[in-house]
C-alpha cells in the first residue's frame, strides 16, 4: 500500500502548481482522498477533501484558489493550486480514507516553496 506525492518545488508568488497522489496496493476508487500540508513551525492543516462520488469540500481561506480532483482510472488524485502565495509554502500530503473502516493512509509529503 502506497501513497506517492509529486508535482511540488519552488514556484515564485502567484504562480500555480499541480500536486499529483498516486495510489498503489489498493483500489482507490473507495476512498476518501484529502490534500493537507504542514508549514514550518505550525501544525498539520487540511486543506480539502474529495468523496469516492466526487463531491468535494475545501477548508474554507482556500476557496477559489485551490481545486482537489481525482481521475480512479489512473488511481490518482490531484491538488491544483493557484495564485500561490508565500503562507503557502509547506510540505503537501495527501491521504486516503476508506469511509467506515480503520483503513487509513498517508503519502510522505512533497514540499512546495513559494519564493521570489
Known amino acids: 500500500v502506497q501513497l506517492v506525492e509529486s508535482g511540488g518545488g519552488l514556484v515564485q508568488p502567484g504562480g500555480s502548481l499541480n500536486l499529483a497522489c498516486a495510489a498503489s496496493?489498493?483500489?482507490?476508487?473507495?476512498?476518501?482522498m484529502r490534500w493537507y500540508r504542514r508549514a514550518p513551525g505550525k501544525e498539520l492543516e487540511f486543506l480539502a477533501r474529495i468523496s469516492k462520488s466526487g463531491s468535494t469540500t475545501y477548508e474554507d481561506s482556500l476557496k477559489g484558489r485551490f481545486t482537489i480532483s481525482r481521475d480512479n482510472a489512473k488511481a490518482t488524485a490531484y491538488l491544483q493550486m493557484n495564485s500561490l502565495k508565500p503562507d503557502d509554502t509547506a510540505v503537501y500530503y495527501c491521504?486516503?480514507?476508506?469511509?467506515?473502516?480503520?483503513?487509513?493512509?498517508w503519502g510522505q509529503g512533497t514540499q512546495v516553496t513559494v519564493s521570489s
Open positions: 491521504n486516503a480514507l476508506r469511509p467506515w473502516s480503520h483503513d487509513n493512509y
Open positions: 496496493g489498493f483500489t482507490l476508487r473507495a476512498y476518501d
